[in-house]
């Protein structure tokens, strides 16, 4: 399995049209991590993306392995129509304080 953290996560970046700075903010990374990830290098921290994936609304499995071509889709994308139809029921909570 080949890691594709690179590809994806500035397919991720370009889809989102988020810049770095902003997404290193909202993540809590150093953006020098990302620029590193960005470059090609491996991550050290898997905890780190975690939080990438969870930001994206993906897995670290997809963030990290995912092959592009066949489509990198969020977990939301991926119920896009039935969310529209009213197929969901969506339920907001503060988680924390």
Same mark, same amino acid.
């Given at each position: 399995?080949?890691?594709?953290?690179?590809?994806?996560?500035?397919?991720?970046?370009?889809?989102?049209?988020?810049?770095?700075?902003?997404?290193?903010?909202?993540?809590?990374?150093?953006?020098?991590?990302?620029?590193?990830?960005?470059?090609?290098?491996?991550?050290?921290?898997?905890?780190?993306?975690?939080?990438?994936? *969870?930001?994206?609304?993906?897995?670290?499995? *997809?963030?990290?392995?995912? *092959?592009?071509?066949?489509?990198?889709?969020?977990?939301?994308?991926?119920?896009?129509?039935?969310?529209?139809?009213?197929?969901?029921?969506?339920?907001?909570?503060?988680?924390?304080?």
């Amino acid at each position: 399995m080949e890691l594709r953290l690179k590809e994806n996560l500035e397919h991720l970046i370009d889809e989102s049209g988020i810049s770095i700075t902003n997404l290193a903010k909202k993540c809590g990374i150093n953006q020098q991590t990302i620029h590193n990830w960005l470059s090609g290098q491996s991550p050290k921290n898997i905890s780190q993306v975690k939080k990438l994936a *969870d930001y994206f609304g993906c897995s670290i499995e *997809d963030i990290c392995f995912l *092959d592009n071509k066949t489509g990198l889709k969020s977990e939301i994308d991926k119920y896009k129509e039935e969310i529209n139809a009213g197929i969901f029921e969506v339920i907001l909570r503060r988680v924390q304080k």
